[in-house]
């Protein structure tokens, strides 16, 4: 059974810092394309950043400098760290696996999800 299981969210102030991790099971994903896309209430799924198999990376405009994604495919695993949050970046994260090997922002291309963690950056 494949499962994405994200983990890391919560409160911190705006300047704050979080570190989500993801972590795969049920099979190797170490040739997908691993994603963080993140939704706040009332607005569409949007994409955040993804890291292709190889270790290249792709942000959104709004998180680049700020936010670096990350893969240990030893442990199935990706990262996000994210500094400097700002209010607007308050949102259910969720990570997705593309079993292209292109990146895509397009979160209907990808295949699994996770379950998906709160973060808030309060002002």
């Known amino acids: 059974q494949v499962q994405l299981v994200e983990s890391g969210g919560g409160l911190v102030q705006a300047g704050g810092s979080l570190r989500l991790s993801c972590v795969a099971s049920?099979?190797?994903?170490?040739?997908?394309?691993m994603g963080w896309f993140r939704q706040a209430p009332g607005k569409e799924r949007e994409f955040v950043a993804a890291?292709?198999?190889?270790?290249?990376?792709n942000y959104a405009d709004s998180v680049k400098g700020r936010f670096t994604i990350s893969r240990d495919s030893a442990k199935n695993t990706v990262y996000l760290q994210m500094n400097s949050l700002k209010p607007e970046d308050t949102a259910v994260y969720y990570c997705a696996a593309d079993q292209a090997s292109l990146i895509s922002k397009n979160y209907k291309d990808y295949d699994y999800w996770g379950q998906g963690t709160q973060v808030t950056a309060s002002s």
């Open positions: 890291i292709r198999w190889n270790g290249i990376p």
């Open positions: 049920g099979r190797s994903f170490n040739s997908d394309t």
